[in-house]
Nanobody, 115 residues
Protein backbone atom coordinates (compact mmCIF):
# COMPACT_ATOMS: atom_id res chain seq x y z
CA UNK A 1 0.00 0.00 0.00
CA UNK A 2 1.12 3.54 -0.78
CA UNK A 3 0.28 6.57 1.33
CA UNK A 4 0.56 10.03 -0.17
CA UNK A 5 0.81 13.35 1.65
CA UNK A 6 0.53 16.58 -0.31
CA UNK A 7 1.63 20.06 0.74
CA UNK A 8 2.24 23.46 -0.76
CA UNK A 9 -1.24 24.65 -1.64
CA UNK A 10 -2.61 28.02 -0.65
CA UNK A 11 -3.83 31.38 -1.86
CA UNK A 12 -1.87 33.12 -4.59
CA UNK A 13 -2.50 36.15 -6.74
CA UNK A 14 -2.98 35.83 -10.50
CA UNK A 15 0.37 35.52 -12.22
CA UNK A 16 1.98 34.01 -9.15
CA UNK A 17 3.62 30.65 -8.57
CA UNK A 18 3.29 27.74 -6.20
CA UNK A 19 5.11 24.46 -5.79
CA UNK A 20 3.21 21.42 -4.64
CA UNK A 21 4.96 18.46 -3.05
CA UNK A 22 3.79 14.91 -2.52
CA UNK A 23 5.67 12.48 -0.33
CA UNK A 24 4.93 8.79 -0.81
CA UNK A 25 5.43 5.97 1.63
CA UNK A 26 6.59 2.54 0.55
CA UNK A 27 9.48 1.16 -1.46
CA UNK A 28 7.83 1.06 -4.88
CA UNK A 29 7.91 4.78 -5.56
CA UNK A 30 10.74 4.65 -8.08
CA UNK A 31 8.94 1.95 -10.08
CA UNK A 32 5.61 3.64 -10.65
CA UNK A 33 4.24 6.61 -12.49
CA UNK A 34 3.09 9.59 -10.47
CA UNK A 35 0.63 12.28 -11.33
CA UNK A 36 -1.16 15.40 -10.24
CA UNK A 37 -4.87 15.73 -10.82
CA UNK A 38 -7.17 18.58 -9.95
CA UNK A 39 -10.85 19.04 -9.35
CA UNK A 40 -12.61 22.38 -9.48
CA UNK A 41 -16.09 22.89 -7.99
CA UNK A 42 -18.71 21.37 -10.24
CA UNK A 43 -16.16 19.80 -12.55
CA UNK A 44 -14.71 16.35 -13.01
CA UNK A 45 -11.27 15.47 -11.72
CA UNK A 46 -8.73 15.89 -14.50
CA UNK A 47 -5.12 14.88 -15.03
CA UNK A 48 -2.86 17.92 -14.89
CA UNK A 49 0.57 16.32 -15.24
CA UNK A 50 2.15 12.89 -15.08
CA UNK A 51 5.66 11.57 -14.81
CA UNK A 52 6.55 7.98 -15.54
CA UNK A 53 9.17 6.00 -13.67
CA UNK A 54 11.63 6.63 -16.51
CA UNK A 55 11.07 10.36 -16.32
CA UNK A 56 8.81 10.85 -19.33
CA UNK A 57 6.26 13.57 -18.65
CA UNK A 58 2.90 14.58 -20.04
CA UNK A 59 0.69 17.59 -19.42
CA UNK A 60 -2.83 18.77 -19.95
CA UNK A 61 -2.99 21.29 -22.78
CA UNK A 62 -4.26 23.95 -20.39
CA UNK A 63 -1.05 23.89 -18.32
CA UNK A 64 1.65 23.22 -20.91
CA UNK A 65 4.49 25.68 -20.60
CA UNK A 66 3.29 26.85 -17.17
CA UNK A 67 3.37 23.74 -14.98
CA UNK A 68 6.29 21.39 -14.55
CA UNK A 69 6.29 18.02 -12.86
CA UNK A 70 9.40 16.41 -11.44
CA UNK A 71 10.32 13.63 -9.07
CA UNK A 72 13.08 12.82 -6.63
CA UNK A 73 13.18 9.07 -6.19
CA UNK A 74 15.69 9.33 -3.34
CA UNK A 75 13.11 11.34 -1.38
CA UNK A 76 10.02 9.48 -2.60
CA UNK A 77 8.69 12.87 -3.62
CA UNK A 78 6.96 14.27 -6.68
CA UNK A 79 6.64 18.01 -7.27
CA UNK A 80 4.43 20.25 -9.33
CA UNK A 81 5.84 23.68 -10.08
CA UNK A 82 3.00 25.97 -11.13
CA UNK A 83 3.76 29.31 -12.77
CA UNK A 84 1.63 32.06 -14.27
CA UNK A 85 -1.34 30.93 -12.27
CA UNK A 86 -4.78 32.16 -13.19
CA UNK A 87 -8.23 31.91 -11.60
CA UNK A 88 -8.95 28.93 -13.85
CA UNK A 89 -6.30 26.98 -11.95
CA UNK A 90 -8.27 27.20 -8.71
CA UNK A 91 -9.02 23.65 -7.60
CA UNK A 92 -8.16 20.93 -5.15
CA UNK A 93 -4.99 19.26 -6.37
CA UNK A 94 -4.49 15.56 -5.75
CA UNK A 95 -1.37 13.46 -5.93
CA UNK A 96 -1.80 10.07 -7.56
CA UNK A 97 0.39 7.00 -7.54
CA UNK A 98 0.03 4.71 -10.49
CA UNK A 99 -1.21 7.30 -13.01
CA UNK A 100 -4.58 5.66 -12.80
CA UNK A 101 -7.88 6.55 -11.20
CA UNK A 102 -7.69 3.09 -9.63
CA UNK A 103 -4.34 3.98 -8.09
CA UNK A 104 -3.55 5.59 -4.78
CA UNK A 105 -4.65 9.12 -3.88
CA UNK A 106 -3.57 11.77 -1.46
CA UNK A 107 -6.00 13.83 0.57
CA UNK A 108 -5.73 16.84 -1.73
CA UNK A 109 -4.46 20.37 -1.26
CA UNK A 110 -6.43 23.50 -2.11
CA UNK A 111 -5.01 26.00 -4.57
CA UNK A 112 -6.86 29.29 -4.84
CA UNK A 113 -5.86 31.93 -7.35
CA UNK A 114 -7.46 35.25 -6.55
CA UNK A 115 -6.64 38.89 -6.11
Amino acid sequence: QVQLVESGGGLVQPGGSLRLSCVASGSIFSFIGMGWYRQAPGKERELVAGIHNGGRTNYADSVKGRFFISRDNAKNTVYLQMNSLGPEDTAVYYCNAGLSRAGYWGQGTQVTVSS
